[in-house]
């Protein structure tokens, strides 16, 4: 069974969220756990593990650190990507999603619909960079790494 069941997020010495983010949270790590797909990849020179897995995801010398363990908390694997291809597409979520939430407070259905789109396909160009940066390293399907980039958006905030 190659997914993750449980999900932790080291938020330790980060700015609290906002209730909006750590709805967003919430969320997303309950999606998550309720259907994923993680598998990693064949490898000539060794054994992969197949899972499940439990994930540690934190922010480590401002890299983004994905540990993985099995469900005796044995580490399986870990690897760590730059930061660097996510801040535009973060800080674009950020704003708009900031919108999102005003608008909901104030106007039309219409408009709340289009500011939503536009979320959401940030949200869509968010995973996909997330999904180039694990090739190699890890396998997700597109609802798994929009999920997961909701949560790196979550560590984004504090740090």
């Given at each position: 069974?190659?997914?993750?069941?449980?999900?932790?997020?080291?938020?330790?010495?980060?700015?609290?969220?906002?209730?909006?983010?750590?709805?967003?949270?919430?969320?997303?790590i309950f999606?998550l756990l309720?259907?994923?797909?993680?598998?990693l990849p064949?490898?000539?020179?060794?054994?992969?593990?197949?899972?499940?897995?439990?994930?540690?995801?934190?922010?480590?010398?401002?890299?983004?650190?994905?540990?993985?363990?099995?469900?005796?908390?044995?580490?399986?694997?870990?690897?760590?990507?730059?930061?660097?291809?996510?801040?535009?597409?973060?800080?674009?979520?950020?704003?708009?999603?900031?919108?999102?939430?005003?608008?909901?407070?104030?106007?039309?259905?219409?408009?709340?619909?289009?500011?939503?789109?536009?979320?959401?396909?940030?949200?869509?160009?968010?995973?996909?960079?997330?999904?180039?940066?694990?090739?190699?390293?890890?396998?997700?399907?597109?609802?798994?790494?929009?999920?997961?980039?909701?949560?790196?958006?979550?560590?984004?905030?504090?740090?």
């Amino acid at each position: 069974m190659s997914k993750l069941v449980a999900i932790k997020i080291d938020d330790r010495g980060l700015t609290a969220p906002t209730p909006e983010i750590e709805q967003e949270r919430k969320v997303a790590i309950f999606d998550l756990l309720e259907d994923n797909s993680f598998t990693l990849p064949e490898r000539d020179d060794r054994d992969v593990p197949k899972g499940p897995f439990k994930l540690l995801l934190c922010i480590k010398e401002r890299r983004l650190v994905f540990d993985l363990s099995n469900e005796a908390d044995v580490t399986q694997a870990e690897f760590h990507l730059s930061l660097g291809p996510f801040r535009q597409v973060v800080k674009d979520y950020f704003q708009i999603c900031e919108s999102y939430f005003d608008a909901v407070k104030q106007m039309a259905p219409g408009q709340i619909e289009a500011i939503d789109m536009a979320r959401r396909g940030i949200h869509n160009e968010g995973a996909r960079v997330l999904q180039e940066r694990l090739e190699g390293k890890a396998d997700v399907d597109l609802d798994t790494a929009r999920r997961l980039f909701t949560l790196i958006c979550v560590l984004h905030w504090g740090a």
